[in-house]
């Protein structure tokens, strides 16, 4: 990397974990604050999190298209700012019943930004570090953001102890106002990819359907969507077994879900550090490689309870299972990043991320009807899909790779 993509590549970073440092806050804080106001906290919950996942679902798309209309720069900037001032305006209300409602409305706003500033942030790194850096810039912002959520959560407990939830807004507000602050000293090493300054409502669902358009002209990578969505189908039944480690395996005393999501984080943050010192002309192959290695490694739990009901030797499953599958996103994301045309880069994330969003309650809804808590295979089940699923890909992208050449 010369001076000018080292520059980049560290205010990418720093403001990528700084703004994931304060979505941690404002979501444990406001959890927090709603789970402990009355007997109906346990909805209240439920709408905020629900909210959270529709808005997603929702506005991804629309963030796409923003992310290759308008500089990325700009967008990075501006929803940082307005999440930032957003907090400080949910600080200043006094009145709990109100702030029930603030806290619940502002979180769609949060979300709205979100799914303008995603996108933009996985499409402004082609701009800031030449191609063959890619790989090594996502490797760095995913260890930062893994390391955010492992000391985040610690932090945050802390930090609403002693100045409650005014202060955690307030705290929230300045992180955001700061991560936006310091990506205005990005400095593009190619041009930016703008159409025009301003564009009519009719033309933001012609730019999609462009965008729609390009990706099934790209079959190798449509194929490489289908496939994260499938994965996230199925790890949405991981995610719903996780609290319920301790019914699957009952010999085991002690906190398993705490130390399964421990082992889990320890284990992306030594994915995500070795991502960016792998191959970097990586092929899909080796890609196909790490997903079913991680489904692998998450099947065998039940196995290594069987020999030995230790929870440290069955937390080797998660973490070694994590450590994989964050190579496999990072190095996704990179493959993406490299094989599309800048301008359609924020419409594709914008896509990915929407089908993922979608395909994540689909897998909870039907995981939650055949899937039974106290069954000490379901993690076999579910990992030697994700094997099958990484087989059939990769022999689905190769098939496609010689009808195109």
């Not at 993509?5 to 970073?13: A, D, G, H, W």
């Not at 906190?255 to 399964?260: K, P």
């Not at 960016?276 to 192959?285: D, E, Y």
Request: hydrophobic share 55%; aromatic share 14%.
């Amino acid at each position: 990397m010369n001076k000018i993509e080292k520059k980049n590549t560290t205010i990418l970073v720093n403001s990528s974990a700084i703004t994931k440092f304060g979505d941690i806050l404002f979501d444990y804080a406001n959890n927090t604050f709603l789970a402990s106001l009355n007997l109906n906290s346990m909805m209240l919950v439920g709408i905020y999190q629900t909210l959270e996942n529709i808005v997603g679902i929702i506005f991804n798309l629309f963030g796409g298209v923003f992310a290759d209309q308008f500089q990325r720069k700009k967008i990075l900037i501006l929803t940082d700012f307005l999440c930032g001032f957003s907090c400080i305006f949910l600080a200043l209300i006094s009145v709990n019943s109100w702030l029930i409602y603030a806290i619940i409305g502002i979180d769609v706003l949060l979300s709205m930004l979100s799914s303008f500033s995603t996108p933009a942030y996985k499409a402004i790194t082609k701009e800031v570090v030449k191609k063959e850096n890619i790989a090594k810039i996502n490797s760095n912002i995913q260890t930062a953001t893994m390391i955010a959520k492992i000391v985040t959560p610690i932090i945050a407990i802390n930090i609403y102890k002693v100045i409650g939830i005014h202060g955690v807004m307030i705290l929230d507000g300045v992180t955001f106002i700061l991560a936006g602050g310091i990506i205005w000293f990005i400095s593009p090493i190619i041009g930016e990819t703008i159409n025009k300054e301003t564009f009519s409502f009719r033309d933001i669902f012609i730019n999609l359907g462009s965008g729609f358009k390009y990706l099934f002209k790209r079959k190798r990578i449509l194929i490489l969507i289908i496939l994260s969505a499938l994965v996230n189908f199925f790890l949405a039944g991981y995610e719903l077994l996780l609290p319920y480690s301790n019914q699957m395996f009952p010999l085991i005393h002690g906190n398993i879900y705490g130390s399964f999501l421990l082992a889990q984080a320890i284990g992306g943050v030594f994915g995500a550090f070795l991502s960016g010192r792998i191959n970097k002309t990586l092929s899909v192959t080796v890609l196909m490689f790490f997903l079913g290695m991680s489904g692998l490694l998450l099947s065998i739990a039940p196995f290594l309870y069987n020999i030995s009901p230790n929870i440290i030797i069955l937390s080797l499953s998660p973490s070694i299972y994590s450590l994989f599958l964050t190579m496999f996103n990072v190095q996704f994301f990179s493959i993406i990043q490299k094989e599309i045309e800048s301008r359609y880069l924020g419409r594709i994330f914008g896509i990915i991320f929407t089908v993922a969003l979608s395909f994540m309650p689909i897998g909870t809804m039907v995981f939650t009807m055949i899937l039974t808590t106290s069954f000490t295979y379901n993690l076999l089940f579910i990992g030697l899909s994700v094997v099958v699923l990484a087989i059939i890909f990769n022999a689905l992208y190769h098939i496609e790779s010689r009808k195109s050449l």
